[in-house]
Structure formats: structure tokens, C-alpha cells
């Protein structure tokens, strides 16, 4: 059975720094390539930042570039997400997505980010 957890959420000021972990198991965890999605209240799911099943690409929303991080341990079967500089609008839930072509993807429960002073 497949399962991804993610955990490093909470609350944190303006300007503060979050890491999110996605922790995956029951697949084999090299071979998918991994994503960070989030979703705010009454908006859609939106993409955040991806990389490949080895890690060497990697891509990010514009609204994040220069400020979040994707990062990936295979031999932990763990993906991360480095935010800095947080901002209020980054309030959301925000979830990993596992993907391996041609296969349906599968997704964690999600972890809720709140910027707030």
C-alpha cells in the first residue's frame, strides 16, 4: 500500500522559513518523479515546485522561484520543500504528489501552512 505523509507544517511569521517532508512508502521511491502542490481555501490545487525521479531537474512556479526549494533524499524516500521568505498569499494546504508515467499518481493527506503575524 502506498502512502505519503507530509509533516513540517505550522504557522510562521512574515519573512519566516518552513521545510516540508514528504515521506513515501510501498513504491519504489527512485523511479518517481515527485511534486509539491498547495491548495488555498476557495482556489485550486496549483503546482509549486517538481523534481525528476534522479533529482537532477527540477521546476518551479513563478510565485516561488528564488524563495522555496525541492529537494529529494531516494535513499530516505523522503521529498522536502525549503520555503523562505514566506509570505501571507503562501498560506495554504500543501501536498506532495508521487508520479510514475503511464501510472495513476497518488497523493499525501496534506500539511497546512499558515503566514500570519
Known amino acids: 500500500q502506498v502512502q505519503l505523509v507530509e509533516s513540517g507544517g505550522g504557522l510562521v511569521q512574515p519573512g519566516g522559513s518552513l521545510r516540508l517532508s514528504c515521506a513515501a512508502s510501498?513504491?519504489?521511491?527512485?523511479?518517481?518523479?515527485m511534486s509539491w502542490y498547495r491548495q488555498a481555501a476557495g482556489k485550486e490545487r496549483e503546482l509549486v515546485a517538481a523534481?525528476?525521479?534522479?533529482?537532477?531537474?527540477?521546476n518551479y512556479a513563478d510565485s516561488v522561484k528564488g524563495r522555496f526549494t525541492i529537494s529529494r533524499d531516494n535513499a530516505k524516500k523522503t521529498v522536502y520543500l525549503q520555503m523562505n521568505s514566506l509570505k501571507p498569499e503562501d498560506t495554504a494546504v500543501y501536498y506532495c504528489?508521487?508520479?510514475?508515467?503511464?501510472?495513476?499518481?497518488?497523493w499525501g493527506q496534506g500539511t497546512q501552512v499558515t503566514v500570519s503575524s
Open positions: 510501498g513504491l519504489t521511491f527512485s523511479s518517481y518523479a
Open positions: 523534481i525528476a525521479s534522479a533529482g537532477g531537474s527540477t
Open positions: 504528489k508521487a508520479r510514475y508515467t503511464g501510472w495513476p499518481a497518488y
